[in-house]
């Protein structure tokens, strides 16, 4: 004959936990539902949150630093430079090429002449793309930059790194990553517009 089994909850802790015990047995059946009492309410992490605030605090300023410097190398000078007319462009020509990312890049070349009695150590060179129109499609100002070496393939380098003396002439290579698509194929205006001189 079975015995009848008389169930019974019993609480086991202020926090409301439960268990079944069968009768007057010493060993109790623990129960694996949910508490009943109040959760405990867990604090968030102050510390790591205020951590990756000040990283990202950072790297904007950081950003907003380097692309300020950047877009005034990329913006012409107001004032006309006087020096600059001295500084002669000439034999201009155009080439692409494919980076090693797959991606076409546009490259000018041509000679810088300096007319002028100073040596330059910086040159300003602004580039119009025009469309068919005849209007403005892209306008940049790049720094001069010098043709080190043809071989094994062709590195440039500022005009500071090798100054351009009086009655020198060098060769120089500007680099496009994107060109607008409104451009009509023809070479671009190129001028000089701003020097700084020794």
Same mark, same amino acid.
Request: no cysteine; aromatic share 6%; net charge positive.
């Given at each position: ?48 949150? &205020?951590?990756?605030? !000040?990283?990202? =605090? #950072? $790297?904007? /300023?950081?950003? %907003? ?5 950047? +877009? ?7 004032? &006309?430079?006087?020096? !600059?007319?001295? =500084? #002669? $462009?000439? /034999?201009?020509? %155009? ?5 090693? +990312? ?97």
């Amino acid at each position: 004959m079975l015995a009848k089994h008389v169930y019974r909850w019993t609480r086991i802790n202020n926090r409301g936990g439960t268990i079944l015990s069968m009768g007057n047995s010493p060993n109790p059946i623990p129960s694996f539902g949910g508490a009943a009492g109040k959760d405990e309410q867990s604090r968030p992490p102050i510390v790591p949150i &205020a951590i990756g605030a !000040a990283t990202v =605090l #950072i $790297v904007i /300023g950081i950003l %907003m630093f380097f692309g300020r410097r950047t +877009a005034n190398e990329n913006v012409a000078p107001a004032a &006309a430079d006087p020096y !600059a007319a001295n =500084l #002669i $462009v000439s /034999g201009e020509a %155009m080439s692409t090429a494919n980076n090693f +990312a797959g991606q076409q890049v546009t490259y000018i070349e041509g000679k810088i002449t300096n007319n002028g009695s100073k040596t330059v150590n910086s040159a300003l060179l602004q580039i119009t793309f025009h469309n068919s129109l005849g209007e403005v499609a892209q306008k940049e100002t790049q720094r001069v930059m010098i043709i080190t070496t043809r071989e094994p393939y062709i590195d440039t380098a500022p005009l500071n790194s090798a100054p351009l003396k009086p009655g020198q002439t060098r060769e120089f290579r500007q680099t496009f990553e994107h060109v607008t698509a409104d451009w009509n194929m023809q070479a671009p205006e190129l001028a000089i517009v701003k020097t700084s001189t020794e």
